[in-house]
Every structure is written in structure tokens, then in C-alpha cells.
């Protein structure tokens, strides 16, 4: 489906108006989660914010976030322009119809509320003596996975 279509589906099923932005973008706020949704070539790219890092562990923070770009539908990524964290989600527009473009938006604004509310609640875990200052998880000194 073509993104203004896409876009002007959702806005008459949901009743909102001024989704689409002049620059070809557009945003929707849901549960308080401002998703920003921008057509790039043959591709739908859904992206919001979850937060700034933590001021304690954010390598630690940062990590929880590599490690889940792994095992989810969508990724994790730092805002060069603001540092701030995002998670974004890249869909085929050709994939998508009103019911497949209503079940990614939901299931990224459960994404995001997720990931801010373990991000406004993190605490690093507290070093013990003779623990290295960085945490390297599975990815070994090296910074390769270990196999």
C-alpha cells in the first residue's frame, strides 16, 4: 500500500487528524509512546523514542540493547542527534494493509513502553572487588560472541 494511503486509512479509522507532515513524514502519539513513521524507498520505517541513557551504566544499558536487537522484529539505536535511545522497525510498504499496519504500530508502542519503563527503572548491577569496570556479557574481552 502507498504511505499516504496507509496514513489517511488510519487517520478515518481512528478519527485523527494532521498525521501527515509536510516533509513526508508522519507522527502519531499513543499511550503517551510518539511514533514517527517516514516512507524511505519500498520501505514503511516506524521509529520512537524510549529515553535517555542512564547516567549510571549506560555501557551496561547500552549492552541490554545490542544483545536485544538479536531476538526482536525491531531495533535499537542511539539518536545522534539528541542521544537519546530509539527503537525502529523497517516494513515492507507492499506488506502492509489496515490490519498488518495496526498490529506493527501496537506491537512497537508495546515495544517502546517496555523499554522505557526498564529504562526509567534501571539500576546498574553493583561491582563486587576484582570485577572488571566493564561488563562484556557473552561478547567475551575481545568483543566477539563467544562460541
Not at 9 to 22: C, H, I, K, P, T
Not at 84 to 106: E, P, Q
Amino acid at each position: 500500500m502507498e504511505f499516504n494511503q496507509l496514513i489517511a486509512d488510519f487517520a478515518a479509522r481512528y478519527n485523527v487528524d494532521g498525521l501527515a507532515d509536510e516533509d513526508g513524514t508522519a507522527t502519531v502519539s499513543i499511550d503517551g509512546i510518539v511514533i514517527t513513521l517516514v516512507a524511505v524507498g519500498d520501505s514503511l520505517i516506524f521509529h520512537a523514542d524510549i529515553g535517555e541513557p542512564p547516567i549510571d551504566g549506560q555501557a551496561e544499558f547500552s549492552g541490554l540493547l545490542l544483545e536485544a536487537n538479536l531476538e526482536s522484529e525491531s531495533f535499537f539505536a542511539k539518536n545522534r542527534e539528541n542521544g537519546r535511545y530509539v527503537i525502529v522497525r523497517r516494513l515492507a510498504l507492499n506488506s502492509l494493509n489496515a490490519s498488518t499496519f495496526d498490529t506493527a504500530l501496537a506491537a512497537l508502542v508495546n515495544a517502546a513502553e517496555v523499554w522505557r519503563r526498564l529504562l526509567m527503572n534501571f539500576h546498574p548491577a553493583a561491582k563486587t572487588a576484582g570485577q572488571p569496570e566493564t561488563d562484556i556479557s557473552a561478547f567475551g574481552s575481545s568483543g566477539f560472541m563467544q562460541v
